[in-house]
C-alpha cells in the first residue's frame, strides 16, 4: 500500500503574461518505509512536487492521497492539521526562526497539538535534541550555529511531532561535503530505525544513489 500516491498532477503557474506548466501530467507513487530520491534540471518542478505533496500548495489537475487519505477534499485547516501531524518538512536554506532559541524553533510544531502538556512537549524537544546531539545548544540563537547544526536543527523540528514521512528540498545544497555527509547520514538513521518515509529533492548523484530509488524530472514529467 503506497502511503504516497500522486495521481494525475499538473500545476500551472499563470501570472499576467505567462503561463509556465510546472508538473505534467505526474504520476508517482512511493510505500511506507521507503528513501526516494528527486533528480533533474533546474526549474524542472522539483521544489513544486515536493510542495504539492507535502500540501504547502494544492495542484491545478489530479490528486494527492497520502497514508490511505484522499487530501483533495481537505479544507486548508484540516489541510494543515493532516500536515502537521504526518510530515516534516527539510529545506535547503533552514528555514529556522531567528528571534527563536534553537529548543524554541524545534517546539514550534508541537504548538499545534492538543492534548500535549508543556512539559510533554519540553521532554518531546529535549529527547530530539538529545538524539541529534545538539543537547549542549538549545539555548543558542539559529545565527550562533553553523550551517550544519542549524540544518540538524531543521530536523528536529521536523521529526519532534513524530511524522511518518519526510520531505526534503535539497537538504545538503548549503553544506560543505562532511557537513552533509552528516545530515545524510541522520536521514538514513531516520529512514532505517524509525521507518520514516523519505523524499528527497538532490542535485547529488552520489547521495542519489544511496537511496532505495531515484526519480528523474525533466520539464514537469517524469522521464525515468
Ligand atoms: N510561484 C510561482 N509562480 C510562477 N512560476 C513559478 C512559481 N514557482 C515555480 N515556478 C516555475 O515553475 C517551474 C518549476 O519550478 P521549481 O521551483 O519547482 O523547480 P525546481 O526543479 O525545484 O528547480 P531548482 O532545482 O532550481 O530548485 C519553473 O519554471 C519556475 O519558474
Ligand atoms: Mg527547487
Redesign the pocket.
Known amino acids: 500500500m503506497p502511503i504516497i500516491e500522486l495521481s494525475g498532477i499538473c500545476k500551472v ?1 499563470r ?1 499576467k503574461e505567462i503561463e ?1 506548466t ?1 508538473l505534467d501530467n505526474i504520476n508517482m507513487s512511493v510505500e511506507k518505509g521507503e528513501f526516494v530520491s528527486v533528480m ?10 515536493l510542495n504539492i505533496t507535502g500540501l504547502l500548495d494544492r495542484p491545478t489537475a489530479g490528486t494527492v492521497r497520502l497514508l490511505d487519505r484522499d487530501c483533495n477534499g481537505l479544507s486548508d485547516t484540516a489541510l494543515s492539521h493532516f500536515r502537521n501531524e504526518n510530515i516534516g518538512f527539510v529545506f535547503q536554506s533552514f528555514h529556522l526562526i531567528p528571534s527563536l532559541s534553537v529548543e524554541d524553533n524545534v517546539e514550534l510544531p508541537l504548538d499545534y497539538r492538543n492534548g500535549l502538556s508543556g512539559a510533554d512537549r519540553r521532554r518531546r524537544v529535549d529527547e530530539v535534541l538529545e538524539r541529534l546531539g545538539l543537547s549542549h545548544r538549545k539555548k543558542h540563537m539559529p545565527s550562533q550555529l553553523s550551517g550544519g547544526q542549524c540544518q540538524r536543527v531543521a530536523i528536529a523540528r521536523a521529526i519532534v511531532g513524530r511524522p511518518s514521512i519526510i520531505l526534503a ?2 537538504p545538503t545544497g548549503n553544506l560543505d561535503s562532511r557537513m552533509g555527509a552528516e545530515v545524510m547520514d541522520l536521514l538514513h538513521d531516520l529512514n532505517t530505525t524509525d521507518g520514516i518515509t523519505i523524499v528527497m ?1 538532490t ?1 547529488n548523484e552520489l547521495q542519489a544513489k544511496q537511496t532505495d530509488r531515484i526519480v528523474r ?1 525533466f520539464d ?1 514529467r517524469i522521464i525515468s
Do not use: I
Not at 40 to 49: A, E, F, I, Q, R
Open positions: 503557474y501570472t509556465t510546472a533533474g534540471p533546474s526549474g524542472c518542478g522539483k521544489s513544486t512536487l528540498d535539497e529533492v542535485h524530472f514537469g
